[in-house]
């Protein structure tokens, strides 16, 4: 007899429950990974950031190799960093807050300020965007660095280092009709909403726990303009 996944979430006692939404946060992650292929279809990646962050802390000129002997004529300069920034210090406020939103979970279940192990790199594929000059780049005087497709191919090979895109969420509306990522959250806040009404507070928290896991994926569909990327490294 077969049964639609509703049914067949609903007919679920609250530990699986939690295997189920273990199974959809992976799946959700899948979806948003980026692999050689797409990465190669998208092409242009870039980031928009400050003069002072880019001299001080990306590229300076004067970086020559510490092993060489100062009187030697080299101009070799070693390669510039690639900053990423703890997931706690970013300046959106909805920061990892957009998908509890979205599945209607309050803080009540999950701690707001606990510190994080994801660090991030943010990139986009708008290359002239106003509005990200404006926030991103110092007002429009920064300046907007593209990455070498090369470079990235190493990141998105790279076993420790994550690619992945970011999904936007119109929090005033539940679209079961989208997205395959779009469908799974529907699955996700089918069984938040089943967990509640078996009143099993710590299977509530366990599941907005795991939420984590997905959390820094999602922005509200405010920013969708910004059309990003990330660069992700969880310690």
Known sequence: NEKSDSEFILSLDANQLLEQADKIIYYIRSKLTVDANELKEIGSFGHYTKIDTLT?????????DDNKNENENDSKVKPPYLRLTNLKQLNDPMEGRAIYNYLGIDNTFFHNYQT??????????????????????????????????????????????????????????????????????????????KLQELKDEKALID????????????????????????????L
């Open 116 to 193: 994080s192990n994801v660090f991030i790199s943010s990139l986009t594929v708008v290359s002239d965007s106003l509005p990200m000059w404006k926030e991103y780049a110092d007002s429009s005087q920064g300046a907007f660095l593209e990455y070498d497709l090369s470079y990235l191919e190493d990141i998105v090979a790279h076993q420790s280092i994550e690619f992945l895109k970011i999904h936007y969420l119109d929090l005033n509306s539940d679209n079961k009709e989208g997205s395959e990522v779009d469908k799974s959250l529907s699955k996700l806040k089918q069984i938040f909403e």
């Open 207 to 234: 599941f907005s726990e795991k939420l984590k896991k997905i959390s820094y994926l999602f922005k509200v569909k405010d920013y969708e303009y910004e059309m990003e990327y990330r660069i992700l490294i969880n």
């Open 56 to 64: 001080n802390f990306l590229i300076k000129a004067d970086w020559k």
